[in-house]
């Protein structure tokens, strides 16, 4: 403000000192005005001084304040330091003596531990766990526990283990969760054999700890239990009740014993043409045993009777003795050796059939063999060989097939061996009539020379 005023002033004095006497008096207007803004700057910087002087007392003091929080909070953390290091020390030393003083609790607590994990998965596995598990939060109290377990937990522990042992003598009767085959769930009667087995309306009933539901074996065993009250079962005799002492594994293992249709059915095609063969085989045997035995009673028949020739293959050799009586010893020879081969041919009728049928049943059982590691090696390829399951199908076609070639050809060939034997047995038969026959017309011959 001052500057702007000199100026005004110098601009006032260099106009001519011609000018009138009001622009004298303009000049001394202009020069109290002047005057008066240098006032109120004057007072306006006195002011700004003033504030400015305060801004740095207020300044000062935040920063004393600061300072003296800073120091109070180095002070503070020099004894919170201080305060850690002791606590570290003295933890140490009371870890030190936790050790001393709990000595073999440590193992203690590690046996104590397995007890109640056992214990858990007895609960959870065997069927007791239907009525008799009052204790299980404890046990998993003590499962999930870091520290040593309280005395109140120590009493569960032996609780429920005493609960358990006196649940595997008890039989009785319980309401238990099932799921059907449709998937729908109810709440049915049952009767638990201990720690055994539960026993439902259908068999056996298989009880599933991590659901808390039971639900039907795919398989029950041959004259199992039912449930279907107490008085029934009692009357049943409970005594002589097959019981499965694995606690349901080898229950579960029935459903993977194939019965003789699955193992028949793992042969195929060529399996079920073995078996059409050796169906065939044993009727073509039944029917021809069974002639060949009516022909041997026809046959002893005869022989009783040698004078009236019936309709049987010794009557009809006898026929043609009786026919040819005129004729020479040589003439009646052959013609009884006609009749015998004519006799013959039909009763050695299908045996060559079985025989065939006898030597094609292992021939096709190889086939099966030879289409089965075929199949297998097949399977190997797309899949590799870690998981055995996907190569039991083509192993199983082998094996059964195999099998099937023998078990069929074994019976066929029997039964064609003792048909051979009977048929010949009766061709001796015959041969040796016709025989004391061709000798009987030779003696009328030289007794008539």
């Keep these: 403000m001052k500057f702007k005023a000199l100026t005004v002033a110098l601009c006032l004095f260099s106009v001519p000192m011609t000018a009138s006497a009001s622009q004298a008096l303009s000049s001394q207007t202009l ?74 609790l440590g193992e203690l607590f590690g046996v104590v531990r397995q007890a109640a994990k056992d214990l858990d998965l007895e609960m959870r596995t065997s069927v007791t766990g239907v009525d008799r598990n009052d204790y299980r939060a404890v046990v998993d109290e003590i499962v999930e526990a870091k520290a040593l377990p309280s005395l109140a937990q ?8 005493n609960e358990q042992i006196a649940a595997s003598r008890e039989m009785r009767e319980v309401k238990v969760p099932f799921i059907n085959g449709q998937g729908h769930r109810s709440e049915v009667e049952a009767y638990r054999l201990g720690s055994m087995g539960l026993i439902g309306d259908a068999g056996y009933l298989a009880w599933d700890g991590k659901r808390d539901v039971a639900q039907s074996y795919l398989k029950q065993p041959e004259n199992g239990p039912v449930f279907t009250g107490m008085t029934d079962l ?41 078996i059409g063969l050796l169906a065939i085989g044993l009727g073509i045997a ?15 028949s005869q022989l009783k009777k040698p004078n009236e020739p019936g309709n049987n293959p010794l009557g009809r050799v006898l026929s043609v003795y009786n026919k040819e009586q005129q004729r020479s010893v040589e003439a009646l020879e052959l013609r009884l050796l006609e009749a015998i081969v ?18 094609l049943a292992p021939m096709l059982g190889l086939l099966g063999t ?22 039991a199908g083509g192993i ?54």
């Design 396 to 449: 199983s076609m082998a094996l059964v097939t195999t099998v099937l070639g023998l078990v069929a050809a074994m019976p066929l060939l029997l039964a064609h061996n003792m048909l051979s034997t009977q048929a010949e047995n009766i061709r001796n038969i015959l041969e040796k009539q016709g025989i004391s026959l061709v000798a009987e017309q030779a003696e009328k011959a030289g007794m008539s020379a």
């Design 234 to 274: 009692t009357q049943s005799g409970l005594q002589a009740t097959v019981v499965d002492p694995s606690r349901g594994i080898m229950l579960e293992q029935l459903a993977n014993s194939p019965t003789l249709s699955d193992r028949l059915s793992y042969g195929g095609v060529i399996g079920n043409i073995i």
């Design 154 to 161: 120590l009493t569960g522990l032996w609780q429920g283990l």
């Design 342 to 359: 004519d006799e013959q041919h039909g009763l050695e009728k299908g045996l060559s059939m079985l025989k065939l049928l006898a030597a």
């Design 31 to 104: 020069v109290e005005q002047t005057r008066q803004e240098q006032k109120v700057e004057n007072a306006h910087n006195q002011q700004r001084e003033k504030g400015f002087t305060l801004t740095e007392k207020e300044i000062k003091a935040q920063r004393d304040a600061l300072l003296k929080q800073r120091k109070q909070l180095q002070a503070e953390t020099d004894q919170l330091s201080k305060t850690f290091s002791d606590n570290e020390n003295q933890l140490a030393r009371l870890e030190e003596q936790l050790r001393l003083e709990t000595g073999s």
């Design 286 to 300: 039944l029917f021809r045993g069974a002639k060949l035995t009516v022909i041997r009673q026809q046959i002893r």
């Design 370 to 391: 030879v289409t089965g590691m075929i199949e297998t090696f097949q399977v190997i390829t797309q899949f590799g060989n870690g998981d055995p399951t996907v190569m």
